[in-house]
């Protein structure tokens, strides 16, 4: 019974939730992925997954699986463009700090 209810969408998207709390993001995305699978229109999926693309630094993915949630399920339209402004934060962020790094080691040379 209980290895049963892990091979279902819902199922997988906890043991998804569990990986992503003990931070082993590569297995959090296998598990949203397979719960994604089986349930093609599983919003709740969709969103977790794009929270660990985040944390990954995977900024196009995140937004593919954020318009993927808004788009089956109504209610993270509300939230959507608190996600995007997150995104388009930290991705700015991360050129910010790859330009600094260059012109580090140009000034270094």
């Not at 049963?4 to 998804?16: I, N, P, S, T, Y």
Request: aromatic share 14%.
């Amino acid at each position: 019974m209980y290895y049963e209810f892990f091979r279902d969408a819902v199922g997988r998207k906890k043991l998804g939730d569990q990986a992503k709390a003990e931070k082993r993001y590569e297995d959090a995305l296998g598990y949203y992925t397979e719960a994604i699978q089986l349930d093609e229109t599983y919003a709740d999926a969709y969103a977790a997954r794009c929270l660990v693309h985040i944390e990954l630094r995977h900024y196009g993915r995140a937004h593919e699986d954020n318009d993927s949630a808004a788009h089956y399920n109504r209610a993270y339209r509300r939230t959507q463009s608190h996600i995007y402004c997150k995104i388009n934060f930290l991705s700015g962020q991360q050129e910010l700090l790859r330009e600094v790094s260059t012109t580090k080691s140009f000034i270094n040379k």
